[in-house]
């Protein structure tokens, strides 16, 4: 229902947006829910990469702060993360989730690809 696009492949050093859209999530209304966008790299376990919370509040993790940002448009239902700076490290699929209390849902993923 979450559904995630933006990924492919780029250089070191490139920019990818990602966006994920809401148009039928579990969730009547959008603009209350906590969004977030996590990845999991080959082999590793998912981790959180930035969340905006209803109040447009940030938080990046401290290995993409600097060169990813977080943001959401209530009234297109979309999340979006901009990345820039990508390194051979954010290789990673990347999901977006959507949170309301203890509920929660989660995108298909995207992946991303970064070459050296």
């Known amino acids: 229902q979450l559904q995630a696009s933006g990924g492919g492949l780029v250089q070191a050093g490139g920019s990818l947006r990602l966006t994920c859209a809401a148009p039928?999530?579990?969730?009547?209304?959008?603009?209350?829910?906590?969004m977030s966008w996590y990845r999991q790299a080959p082999g590793k376990q998912r981790e959180l990469v930035a969340t905006?919370?209803?109040?447009?509040?940030?938080h990046v993790a401290d290995s993409v702060k600097g060169r990813f940002t977080i943001s959401r448009n209530n009234s297109r239902k979309t999340l979006s993360l901009q990345m820039n700076n990508l390194k051979p490290d954010d290789t990673a699929v990347y999901y977006c989730n959507a949170k309301l209390g203890v509920d929660e849902s989660w995108g298909q993923g995207t992946l991303v690809t970064v070459s050296s």
């Open positions: 905006i919370s209803s109040s447009g509040s940030t």
């Open positions: 039928r999530t579990i969730f009547s209304v959008f603009s209350p829910l906590d």
